[in-house]
C-alpha cells in the first residue's frame, strides 16, 4: 500500500532507464553517468566522482528511441549513494518540444 501512495503523490509518470547519459554544468566539459528513470518533468541518473550540489543547472544529454535530446534543468535533489556515487534528481528547464512530446506520448502508454 506505501508504493501505491508513493506512486500517486509524484507529479509526473515515469519511464525506467538504463542508459549512459552526459552531464555538465552548462559550457564545461561532459561527464559520464547513468540514468534510472525520466519523464516529462525531468531525470533522474547516478554520477560518479564527481560534486554536485542542490541549485545546480545541468545540461544532460541523452536518447529517446532513435533521437537525442538536449535538456538543461537544475538539481532539485542529490543523494550520496556511497563514498562515490551521487543519485540526482533534475528538473528540467529547458527541453526540445519535439522530445518533450515523445515522452509525453510514452509516459500516456505506461498508464
Known sequence: MEDAKGANRRKYKRIATDQ???FAPVDSR??????RNVSTGGIR????????NLGDILRITFNIIDSTVVAVGHVVWATE???ITTDVGIEFVEIDPAALRVLEDLTGLEA
Open 30 to 35: 561532459d561527464l559520464l553517468g547513468v540514468s
Open 45 to 52: 541518473f547516478e554520477a560518479v566522482g564527481c560534486e554536485i
Open 81 to 83: 549513494m556511497d563514498p
Open 20 to 22: 549512459v547519459i552526459s
